[in-house]
């Protein structure tokens, strides 16, 4: 769904020259190939109408544009009854499928993943169409005004601006306000600010306002003087309580800084180095910045002065970082899934994870298990579902790497369209915003984390890791192919 309305934005965009016409007409077609595999997008009639529509070359303004949205609002209203629908047919959907569209409808319909985690767990042992029955019912909930106060351990007096600042509570008021919201806290403040937010939940309410805290922090630095905001650390949601602050930590994580002991090793200065300073905003950075520095970082690693490409040299960094991060996902998979094989006696596989020195060793020894149709002896559901998905990839290696790869273009062009949004459009409330940077974000932190990896073991350049992505894709499952657990080696 949220898709669609990208496609919609995108359109609008292009009309206003701030994206390219090529843009628009990629992502209809990227959105195209997912019609036929989404059941809850309706009937025959319904998919041909929507198929048409994106076939149409829809420009901003024009019939096809807005029948484009008039369709999508259609097929919003009943979406998730449409996958209840098919959980009890006679077809049945796959059940991580159709997880992964319910979850993705309610944190794109602004729910907060602590909030969903608690919502699902609820629902205990419900079947897969009573699940999605529920999650309609919620996501056609309004959202609620919430009163959120956030006091601080610090914040300067400043001439005047903070008392005179909308929201803000004195230390000796304080009291009165927890008192009258039903609330009770000690933790230590010396004030704060009150803010009335829309939100689905209380979770979701604390991560709006951490954005204007956020936000006055990148102000108040504009002074002449030294300001030193220091928030307490939590939010107070009134009627519910006490709720950590988050300082927006979006998991783009390079851990091979840390295995390779050059953590603190900042001396260097490399295109590398430069890079990782680049992207640093992704983890917990406001919007801007981190969509701007990510971007600068892909181009800076994965584009020379000779690239040419008839959809432009941004896309062709794009691509290239989705290969690396494809070929980084099996190794990584498979790794995880040998620590949770737990067979009882011990089984061949058992032990030659115990005889394994390296994580590659333990990755290779399952992938083989795996080819032998040996089952693994798993616990958690979580882990059955990851059997699954590499099952797909043991057996046919090529096929999954490709759709793989599919998703991370799509993840890794979302990214430079926005990068385009931001720099050449100013546009920081595109509504696929908070998906772009919930899902990028991790993925990005696993190709940098590949960059990283090869620049200090091996001082084998960025460019060059990513030919080598590239030719492990197209020679997957074939005899000259690479072991899934030594995409990148």
Known sequence: MLSLRELHSAITWAGQKVLSPATATWLARDVEADVGRDRGLGDRELRKQLTAGLRAKPTSGNHAHRSLARLTDLVDETYLLRWADAARSDQTPSIERMSRAIATHLLDAGYHIDFLHDWVSALGDADPATVAEAAHALASEPEYSWSVFVPFVAIPAMDGNRDSAPG????G???????????ESTVRHNGGFLYEVSAHDPHGAVESVSEIVDRMTARARYSRKRVELEPAGVAIVAEHGELPLRTRRRHACVLSLLAEKRLYDVGSNSLLDAALELAAPLNDGPAGPA???????IESLLLSSVDESEEGR?????????????????RAELTALSYKHRADPADRLAV???NAELNRDRARAVAAAMRRDSTL???RGRDKAAEHRLLELVHRPRLTLREIETHMQRATRRLYRHRNLL??????????LPMTLRTVAPLLGAGLDRVTHAHLTTALAPLDLAARARTSIDLAGSPDGRDLADLLE
């Open 168 to 171: 803000w509570i004195s230390p």
């Open 173 to 183: 008021k304080v009291a009165g306000w927890l008192a009258a919201s039903n609330v």
């Open 291 to 297: 969509i701007s520095g990510a971007w600068a970082a």
């Open 314 to 330: 941004g896309v062709l960094a794009a691509d290239r970082m989705a290969a690396l991060i494809t070929c980084s996902w099996p």
């Open 352 to 354: 030659q994870l115990r």
């Open 377 to 379: 002896s798993l616990r």
């Open 423 to 432: 720099m050449h459009g100013g546009a920081v409330d595109v509504v696929s």
